[in-house]
């Protein structure tokens, strides 16, 4: 009796660590699962675009306070980037003094190679002002103003960018510069095809703020390296003295660029209480992209003034993650 006793108390003991041990088994799934699932979630929440910055978000920084352009990298890298896009202008008073010559330009594309190592981070696009107007009327200025834009695409081309920016300006006469924008991109997209680059236009400002304007140029020049840069801000097609006197639907222009689209600007001026940008529905905005099968960079693009550029930029980072998240 006394081991028969023994043995159903060893059975007892033994069932009991086997029912421990399921338990403890279970919990651990149970743990595996929702840790599982919180990654999920992460992922789920993970924007569909990379960010990157344009460079012209520290053009005060730069031009006001003394920052040197090739700090871009080591800054947009510390304010949470991967991608950077470089504005040409930011660069010209060195490249002047020696009238763009190539050694100046391979100093510049040697400088800020080496940079953009140092951080990690990716060399996207160049944006080109100043080099002459690509929708002139007057041909041989247009193709001067092509040929100034060689050394800008040869640069790109050095430093792994897949883009350049350039500009429409040109007659207010929409025959007369359709005519001329397409003939001086598909100059240029010619040129840059070989090299790899693509050529894009940004909406900014004359007739290129049109969407529909701008969109009928690129479906005419119809290369395969010549797209936009849909700006979500650049929508003034005629300005006066106090603002702007006429302008485009920002979501009607934004849904015309995007299927030529080879980059995206977030432009932003100012925010609410809410982090939210108080003229223009972010939501909405990436919502347009989106749709569009967009999956590229957003470049931040922050041009107001009641925060500071590093605020500003900062603030703009947040909100595309933000708004983002209420994508569909």
Sequence with gaps: ????????????????????????????????????????????????????????????????????????????????????????????????????????????????????????????????????????????????????????????????CHTIRVNLAGSNEKEAWTAAAVDGLTQLATYAKDKNINVTVENHGGLSSNGAYLAEVMAKVNMDNCG???????????????????SYDIYQGVTELMPYAKAVSAKSHNFDAEGNETEKDYVKLLQIVKDAGYTGYIGVEYEGSELSEEDGIIATRDLLVKAAKEVK
């Design 228 to 246: 936009t840069l849909p700006d979500f801000g650049n929508f003034c097609i005629k300005r006066e003295k106090g603002g702007c006197a006429e």
């Design 1 to 160: 009796m006394k081991n028969y006793r023994l043995a159903s108390k060893g059975l007892m003991l033994g069932l009991g660590v086997l029912l421990i041990s399921f338990q403890s088994c279970k919990e651990k799934k149970k743990e595996v699962v929702a840790e599982a699932e919180v990654v999920a979630e992460e992922v789920a929440q993970e924007p569909f675009f990379k960010l990157s910055l344009a460079q012209w978000s520290m053009h005060n920084m730069i031009w006001k306070d003394g920052v040197d352009p090739y700090q871009f990298a080591e800054k947009a890298k510390g304010w949470g980037f991967s991608g950077l896009e470089y504005v040409s202008g930011l660069y010209y008073n060195e490249l002047k003094k020696d009238n763009f010559s190539e050694a100046a330009m391979a100093k510049f594309v040697e400088r800020s190679n080496a940079e953009a190592k140092k951080y990690g981070m990716e060399n996207l696009l160049i944006m080109i002002d100043g080099q002459g107007d690509l929708a002139t009327p007057d041909a041989a200025k247009r193709k001067e103003a092509v040929e100034n834009h060689y050394k800008w695409v040869d640069a790109a081309a050095a430093m792994g």
